[in-house]
């Protein structure tokens, strides 16, 4: 009897339209119905959706916290490639102002004892690198060479206490003995008569006596003189002008003085020393000890 029924109302449906409105009222009451019974399908999926999405999260976490470290590693060896460069611009606008002959070196030990200044630079024999030899760095006069190997040097500070050079005030040319004190900070001029026009703040540059030094390299400046009434001469403090405890990279300097001072033959060295020295190196200048670029006696 149903499925009669239901074949008739089927038929009249398709050849006829008066069951639409019957149809539209009964889909519109089945929909919340239709709703209800798709629920466990759409938590199912939403629930994938969530577990998948906490695994991807967790794993774009972890792809970003490997990213951030080694971009801040590239960041910190850019910080210091950059630090690098400007060290060397500096060392580079310093080469513009010297007249000699220089090189570069690089900084590759430094002495452990604290007393002791001297360091060890990547620059020997094969380079041309030679006993005595000035050794700058952006700033200013580093010390000179006293050891030399194949590819590697050992270098004097200025600030070891058996360092000595002869140098002059740009101010008025008064010249004095700076000596190291152990003290990278600090060097001081010996035999200054305490009537020497000198104050602080006045530049030092090497005087060139002795004949190791070139003439003109910055030393450092003035920054405390003391007057003893007791003592016939006056202490006087300098700030090394060289980055002694920080520079890195450095400038050998290969001076006019050290290419004529090995002639042989008088007559043609007199000759030379005439036309080419005779400012940078008075006669009777040179310092007999390895540490000592010059005596009072001399300036």
């Known amino acids: ?47 994938d959706e969530a577990v998948m999405s906490k695994v991807e999260w967790e794993n774009e976490n972890d792809r970003l916290r490997q990213e ?38 690089e900084l590759i030990g430094v002495s452990t004892d604290p007393l002791t ?44 206490n058996n360092h000595a050079l002869p140098v002059q005030v740009i101010r008025n040319g008064v010249r004095a003995i700076a000596e190291g004190t152990s003290d990278f900070r600090r060097l001081f001029l010996r035999y200054v008569s305490p009537t020497v026009d000198i104050k602080v703040g006045d530049q030092l540059v090497s005087s060139g006596l002795g004949g190791r030094f070139p003439v003109g390299y910055p030393v450092g400046d003035v920054l405390d003189i003391h007057r003893d009434p007791g003592q016939p001469f006056m202490t006087v403090e300098v700030e090394p002008a060289a980055n002694l405890e920080r520079s890195r990279h450095l400038l050998l300097v290969f001076s006019e003085v050290e290419t004529f001072a090995p002639a042989t033959d008088a007559s043609s060295a007199a000759g030379a020393a005439e036309s080419s020295v005779t400012e940078q190196q008075p006669e009777g200048s040179a310092s007999p000890e390895p540490g000592v670029d010059g005596a009072p006696g001399n300036d």
């Open 68 to 105: 951030l470290l080694i971009y801040r590693g590239q960041l910190q060896r850019m910080a210091a490639i950059s630090a690098e460069n400007a060290r060397l611009r500096n060392l580079l606008n310093a080469t513009e102002l010297l007249k000699d002959r220089v090189l570069v070196a």
């Open 1 to 47: 009897m149903l499925g009669l029924l239901a074949a008739i109302l089927v038929a009249i449906d398709g050849l006829t339209d008066w069951l639409d409105p019957v149809t539209a009222r009964l889909e519109q009451a089945a929909l919340p119905l239709q709703w209800v019974t798709n629920v466990p399908a759409r938590l199912r999926e939403w629930g």
């Open 117 to 160: 200044h001297t360091i060890v630079i990547n620059r020997g024999v094969v380079d041309g690198a030679y006993l005595g030899q000035p050794v700058l760095d952006d700033r200013g006069l580093m010390g000179q060479v006293i050891e030399v190997s194949e590819h590697a040097s050992t270098v004097l500070l200025i600030t070891d």
